[in-house]
């Protein structure tokens, strides 16, 4: 069984996605391989780099995040051109991976964390969509926390995703991760059990 797993910044994907690979299941991560394709010597950091010039370089040619960050989130166009470049690699790193995960195991439940998998028209093609959820003022806090970001940067960043209302409403399995550590794990368990112990 193959599930999406996805939400909004700072709801507690991560959390989530710890929470099933505890119980079991296999993960693909997309944050994860969206790293691995901007490392030095890789094709698709050149042609980011070609794009948005030099200056999102550090000097070791690493990426600048923040410098790149600061370009794609004050500007919806540089963030569709930059999500032009990268979705293709990530998408067919990630399909690989659950391929082989699928040939070595086809009972095994294989979550994909995508953040952008509404935004990226990606909910055709797993079984299930399992939305972590907290609501606007929580991941604006968390996020502000986390990140260290100003109110302003905050919203810019909620504001390149999709309402996490509306996720919600799209979801086939709905995780509410605001009320506490210990509530999550209990309907991460009731998932498991219902869903995929059969």
């Avoid at 700072?10 to 969206?34: N, Q, W, Y």
């Avoid at 969509?129 to 991941?139: A, D, F, G």
């Avoid at 999550?184 to 368990?189: D, V």
């Amino acid at each position: 069984m193959n599930i999406g797993l996805t939400g909004g910044i700072a709801t507690g994907k991560s959390t989530v996605s710890h929470m099933l690979v505890s119980l079991g299941a296999e993960l693909i991560d997309a944050d994860v391989i969206a790293r691995g394709i901007m490392e030095p010597g890789h094709p698709v950091l050149a042609k980011v780099a070609e794009h948005f010039g030099e200056d999102i370089l550090n000097p070791d040619g690493t990426l600048n995040r923040k410098q790149l960050g600061a370009v794609v989130f004050s500007d919806p166009e540089q963030r569709k051109v930059l999500n032009e470049l990268t979705h293709p690699a990530i998408r067919n790193e990630m399909a690989a991976r659950m391929k082989a995960l699928e040939a070595a195991d086809p009972h095994r439940l294989v979550v994909c964390d995508i953040p952008l998998l509404y935004e990226s028209g990606q909910e055709g093609l797993y079984e299930q969509i399992m939305v972590v959820y907290v609501p606007r003022e929580v991941q604006l806090e968390r996020l502000m926390e986390r990140d260290n970001l100003t109110l302003e940067q905050a919203s810019s960043r909620l504001a390149a995703q999709m309402d996490i209302e509306l996720k919600k409403s799209k979801a086939d399995v709905l995780i509410d991760n605001h009320y506490g550590l210990d509530e999550t794990k209990h309907q991460i368990e009731k998932f498991w059990r219902e869903k995929v112990s059969i």
